[in-house]
C-alpha cells in the first residue's frame, strides 16, 4: 500500500497568515492526489483534485501543488472558517490511502 | 442538489453482523463509483471498499476483505455494506461517498456510527 505522511500534524495560526500543509507519498503517484477539509462532527469536504484542481466552489485562497511524491496545500490568508483538519489521498492505486491529516488551531 | 443520506448504524456484538445502507439523490447514480469510509473515534480517514458503476467491480481494503460485502441497487439508487464478523476495530463512523476516478469523493453523507462492543 502507498503510504503518505503529512507535516506538520498540528499546526497553530492566526487569521491572515499563510499556511502550508505538505503531503509525501511512499511512492510516485504522478498528480492523484486529492486534498479534504474536515471540521468537527462533519463529513470531509473535496477541497482540491490532481494535485491542483480546485473543487468547484471552493475558495480561491486555497491552492495545490507537487507531483511525483510530494504536495503541499497552500492556504494564502487564513479565514476564520479554515480552522479544521486537512487531509491528503492518493487516488491512484488501491486501496486509495489517506494521510493522517493536519489539524489547524487557531493561535 | 447531490444528497447521500446513510442509515443502519448501532450497537452491535463482537462477532456479530449489521448492513448499513445509503441512498443516493440530486444525480444519476449508476454513472458513478460509490465508496465506504470509515473514522475511528478520534481518528484519521479509512478509505473501506467501493464498487463500480454496474456493480460488477468491488473493491476492499485488506482489513474488511471476506467479512463485508458492498453492493447496489441502480433501480433504487441505493449502496450497501454488509458487515459480518465484526471486532471491536470496525467501530467507526461509517460515510458513503460518491467517487469519481483518479479524482476522489466528491460528494459524502453525513455518516452513520457503527459501534462493536459487548
Known amino acids: 500500500d502507498i503510504q503518505l505522511t503529512q507535516s506538520p500534524s498540528s499546526l497553530s495560526a492566526s487569521v491572515g497568515d499563510r499556511v502550508t500543509i505538505t503531503c509525501r507519498a511512499s511512492?510516485?503517484?504522478?498528480?492523484?492526489l486529492a486534498w479534504y477539509q474536515q471540521k468537527p462532527g462533519k463529513a470531509p469536504k473535496l477541497l482540491i483534485y490532481?494535485?491542483?484542481t480546485l473543487q468547484s466552489g471552493v475558495p480561491s485562497r486555497f491552492s495545490g501543488s507537487g507531483s511525483g511524491t510530494e504536495f503541499t496545500l497552500t492556504i494564502s490568508s487564513l479565514q476564520s472558517e479554515d480552522f479544521a483538519t486537512y487531509y491528503c489521498?492518493?487516488?491512484?492505486?488501491?486501496?486509495?490511502?489517506f494521510g493522517q491529516g493536519t489539524k489547524l488551531e487557531i493561535k | 442538489e447531490v444528497q447521500l443520506v446513510e442509515s443502519g448504524g448501532g450497537l452491535v456484538q463482537p462477532g456479530g453482523s449489521l448492513r448499513l445502507s445509503c441512498v443516493a439523490s440530486?444525480?444519476?447514480?449508476?454513472?458513478?463509483?460509490i465508496s465506504w469510509v470509515r473514522q475511528a473515534p478520534g481518528k484519521g480517514l479509512e478509505w473501506v471498499a467501493n464498487?463500480?458503476?454496474?456493480?460488477?467491480?468491488?473493491n476492499y481494503v485488506d482489513s474488511v476483505k471476506g467479512r463485508f460485502t458492498i453492493s447496489r441497487d441502480n433501480a433504487e439508487n441505493s449502496l450497501y455494506l454488509q458487515m459480518n464478523s465484526l471486532r471491536a476495530e470496525d467501530t467507526a463512523v461509517y460515510y458513503c461517498?460518491?467517487?469519481?476516478?483518479?479524482?476522489?469523493?466528491?460528494?459524502w453523507g453525513q455518516g452513520t456510527l457503527v459501534t462493536v462492543s459487548s
Open positions: 511512492q510516485d503517484i504522478n498528480s492523484y
Open positions: 440530486g444525480f444519476i447514480f449508476n454513472n458513478y463509483y
Open positions: 461517498a460518491r467517487t469519481r476516478e483518479y479524482v476522489g469523493h466528491d460528494y
Open positions: 464498487i463500480g458503476q454496474d456493480g460488477s467491480e468491488e
Open positions: 489521498q492518493q487516488v491512484k492505486s488501491y486501496p486509495p490511502t
Open positions: 490532481a494535485a491542483f
